[in-house]
């Protein structure tokens, strides 16, 4: 069978790959064509457009990038229209994905939209459209299954895939011969994966390195970013690893990580961490204004529902901040031993391995009605 994904940024690739991964396995003939990224082509040919070059952020950069957005709409359906496929996969991405999936639905070809948009927090009204152009919305969080109750769009849960791509690494034996300096304890700075975001966090991050002398920090480089990109921030005591980040969790006695997926990663590793975001002034004024169903903004927070790490947000975001909230969660801090009992129920909330075959098989049953 014939399947069409679209993957807008790190996470979705890293979610499509492994979702690739077991719909091979269940279906040797499958043919794949694909918006994504490196991880997905390593698994299968088919890639045509990359995520880094259409991945935008913020309100106001949306509305900077709107022709270029449609166009990528326009060659998106396009390509479908040519491909003709079994389904198509949408995952996360909303504000793109979204308007695919109506396009499908007027031609006919049935859709799965594996990662839930989070309209749990802004944007509900998406939840008439999941309605109507999305045949199945495949859950990865426990609380998703109660929310979407209210919506008649058929859904399925299959646990959360981040359990798959953590059990699936393969850990690099070398990384501490190669990329470290000395045994001081690692403290690991995952500054997120868009170059707009990077350009706001990481400053902030890298003044609170001679903060810590008895530490040494290591970045987690972004899939598809240059080396180059950041040269400028970096200096003597830190340096940046790309394709090692999880390799850098089993190693890191602390981490300071951008809000998004990468707080749930480092949890799931056990990693005392601080999350933290700044946005564009006016996107995080007109964000205020929009999100109001929740109280907090890191993935970790919401599956447990209370303040299990410390959210950092916009003003918040200092130097001194993130250097008192670093060293209560670091083994020995006042706040290390809750959250690592914390860490322990979240993981045991998310369940077990195997939420990328459970989707493999429900998009395949799917394609197959």
Known sequence: ?????????????????????????????????????????????????????????????????????????????????????????????????????????????????????????????RGKKLEKFVDLLLLIFPFEVSYFKKWSVKTKYVGNPLLDAIAMHKPDE?????????????????????????NRILPLMMQVVNRFPNHQFIIG???????????????????????????????????????????????????PQVCGYVANPISYRIARMLVKNIKYISLVNLCLNKAAIVELIQNDFTIDSLTDELKAVLPGGNKHQRLMHDYQTLRTDLGGEGASEKAAEAIIGLSKQ
């Open 221 to 271: 480089g972004a899939p598809g970013l240059e080396p180059s990109f950041y040269q400028p921030f970096l200096n003597q005591q830190v340096k940046v690893v790309f394709g090692k980040t999880y390799d850098l969790m089993m190693h890191a006695s602390g981490a300071i990580v951008c809000s998004g997926t990468a707080t749930l990663e480092t949890a799931l590793y056990n990693v």
């Open 1 to 125: 069978m014939k399947y069409f994904l679209i993957a807008g940024e790190a996470s979705g690739d890293l979610h499509g790959a492994n979702l690739m991964k077991a719909i091979k396995q269940k279906d040797p003939h499958a043919i794949f064509n694909y918006w994504g990224g490196d991880l997905m082509q390593n698994e299968a040919s088919g890639l045509l457009m990359h995520y880094k070059k259409v991945s935008i952020m913020g309100f106001v950069e949306v509305l900077l990038n709107l022709r270029f957005i449609l166009g990528n709409i326009n060659l998106c359906k396009q390509q479908i229209d040519d491909f003709k496929p079994d389904v198509v996969i949408l995952i996360d991405y909303p504000g793109f994905n979204l308007r695919i999936a109506e396009f499908c639905k007027l031609k006919n070809i049935k859709t799965a939209y594996y990662i839930a948009p989070k309209i749990w927090a802004w944007k509900e009204n």
């Open 174 to 198: 070398d990384f501490k011969l190669t990329y470290v300096n000395n045994q001081k304890p690692i403290i690991a700075l995952l500054p997120g994966s868009r170059k707009q975001e990077i």
